[in-house]
């Protein structure tokens, strides 16, 4: 296995990316939000997001195939110290294969800059919430309810 993480570029990648956004929640979260909005998350809207929103996302790639992808940013002018983690998502066939691993160095990599680096996670994923304390990020407190998934979801932090 020979994986790369590269800027997300063509639109094979962005198609890519969209099945790995469509399969991965319907894997990952079957059990953590609701069937209705798992119902609504379609192949073709995980497309149209990746064709609409194709900046600061890196996909992982094996064998010409998309198999992950990470998306990060920084919050601007509003809190010009923050950068955060939006994404980071692989195929199940992938778990535990240093992915998610490779994905997250570039997050980090790419938030440097930023004294304080946050993520959201469903507080009902303790897959990721174990993931996300290993690179030393821990929750502060913060939470919001999410009508769309039926749960909420808790920041992280890492300063």
């Given at each position: 296995?020979?994986?790369?993480?590269?800027?997300?570029?063509?639109?094979?990648?962005?198609?890519?990316?969209?099945?790995?956004?469509?399969?991965?929640?319907?894997?990952?979260?079957?059990?953590?939000?609701?069937?209705?909005?798992?119902?609504?998350?379609?192949?073709?809207?995980?497309?149209?997001?990746?064709?609409?929103?194709?900046?600061?996302?890196?996909?992982?790639?094996?064998?010409?195939?998309?198999?992950?992808?990470?998306?990060?940013?920084?919050?601007?002018?509003?809190?010009?110290?923050?950068?955060?983690?939006?994404?980071?998502?692989?195929?199940?066939?992938?778990?535990?294969?240093?992915?998610?691993?490779?994905?997250?160095?570039?997050?980090?990599?790419?938030?440097?800059?930023?004294?304080?680096?946050?993520?959201w996670v469903l507080q009902d994923n303790p897959r990721a919430i174990a993931f996300y304390k290993k690179?030393?990020?821990?929750?502060?407190?913060?939470?919001?309810?999410?009508?769309?998934?039926?749960?909420?979801?808790?920041?992280?932090?890492?300063?």
């Amino acid at each position: 296995m020979s994986i790369i993480v590269k800027t997300m570029e063509s639109d094979d990648e962005k198609k890519g990316k969209a099945y790995v956004h469509w399969k991965s929640w319907h894997e990952a979260y079957e059990k953590l939000v609701s069937k209705s909005y798992l119902d609504k998350l379609t192949l073709q809207k995980c497309e149209e997001w990746a064709f609409e929103w194709p900046e600061n996302t890196y996909v992982a790639i094996d064998n010409g195939n998309v198999i992950g992808f990470m998306c990060c940013f920084g919050h601007g002018e509003e809190e010009p110290d923050a950068g955060e983690i939006n994404a980071i998502y692989v195929l199940s066939e992938y778990y535990g294969t240093c992915v998610a691993q490779k994905l997250m160095d570039t997050a980090l990599e790419e938030l440097k800059k930023y004294s304080r680096k946050e993520l959201w996670v469903l507080q009902d994923n303790p897959r990721a919430i174990a993931f996300y304390k290993k690179y030393g990020f821990h929750e502060d407190g913060t939470e919001k309810y999410l009508k769309s998934l039926e749960d909420t979801e808790i920041r992280m932090i890492m300063e």
